[in-house]
C-alpha cells in the first residue's frame, strides 16, 4: 500500500522558534498557562479533543514530545492555572512542540475561526452581545464551562471570561495564519517577560 500525502505543510521546524533569553520558571508558568489556555480556547470552539492533538504531534514529527495520552494530560496539567496542577515541568522544546501544534490545529479549523471571528465583529458593530449568534454563544459557554471544570478558581466575573474567551478567539485568527507559529511564540515571549 502507498503512504497517504499530507494535506497540510508542517510549519517551521521548532529550532526556528527561537529565544532570545531563557526563560526562568516564573516566565516559564506564564507560557505553560497562555499554552493551555489557547488550546482551552480551541478546544471550546471546534470541539477537539486529546485525539485530534495527538494526531496533530503525529503529523508535524512531535511524537517524542507529545506522544500519548497521558504526556499530553500531564504537559497541560504543568499549567499554573489548572487543578491540580504540578505534576509536570514543562521544558521549552515542549513549549515549542505544543506552540507548533496549536497553530497546526488552527489552520485545519481556520474557516471555522474566521467564520466566528466575523460574527464577533458583526455583532460588535451592531451593539448586539456574542451569545446572540449560536456559534459564539456554543463557544463561550464551552470555553466557560471548561475553565470552571479544569482551572482552579479565580476571582474573575464571567464577563471577564467571556471577554478572555473572545481575545483568544481573535488570537486563534493570527496563529491559523502561515506564520502563526512565529506569532503565537513572539506572543508567548513578550506576555512571559
Known amino acids: 500500500m502507498a503512504p497517504t500525502a499530507k494535506l497540510s505543510t508542517p510549519p517551521a521546524a521548532p529550532r526556528h522558534l527561537t529565544l532570545d533569553f531563557e526563560p526562568d520558571g516564573q516566565q516559564l508558568d506564564n507560557i505553560k498557562a497562555q499554552l493551555d489556555l489557547v488550546l482551552l480556547a480551541l478546544e471550546s470552539l471546534t470541539g477537539m479533543g486529546s485525539e485530534a492533538m495527538l494526531q496533530a504531534a503525529e503529523t508535524l514529527g512531535l511524537s517524542d514530545q507529545v506522544g500519548d495520552r497521558v ?16 505534576r509536570k515541568r514543562m521544558d521549552v ?10 497553530c497546526h490545529l488552527a489552520r485545519q479549523n481556520q474557516e471555522l475561526i474566521r467564520r466566528a471571528v466575523t460574527l464577533l465583529e458583526q455583532l460588535t458593530g451592531q451593539n448586539r452581545k456574542p451569545h446572540e449568534a449560536a456559534l459564539l454563544g456554543d ?27 473572545l481575545k483568544l478567539l481573535i ?7 502561515p506564520n502563526g507559529a512565529q506569532r503565537l511564540w513572539l506572543a508567548l515571549l513578550e506576555r512571559a517577560k
Open 93 to 102: 522544546e515542549e513549549a515549542r512542540s505544543l506552540v507548533l501544534i496549536i
Open 171 to 177: 488570537d486563534l485568527l493570527f496563529y491559523s495564519a
Open 71 to 86: 504526556s499530553l494530560w500531564r504537559l497541560r496539567q504543568s499549567s499554573p492555572l489548572r487543578k491540580g496542577q504540578g
Open 139 to 165: 463557544y463561550l459557554d464551552n470555553f466557560n464551562n471548561m475553565y470552571e471544570e479544569r482551572m482552579e478558581e479565580d476571582d474573575g466575573t464571567p464577563d471577564q471570561r467571556a471577554y478572555l474567551a
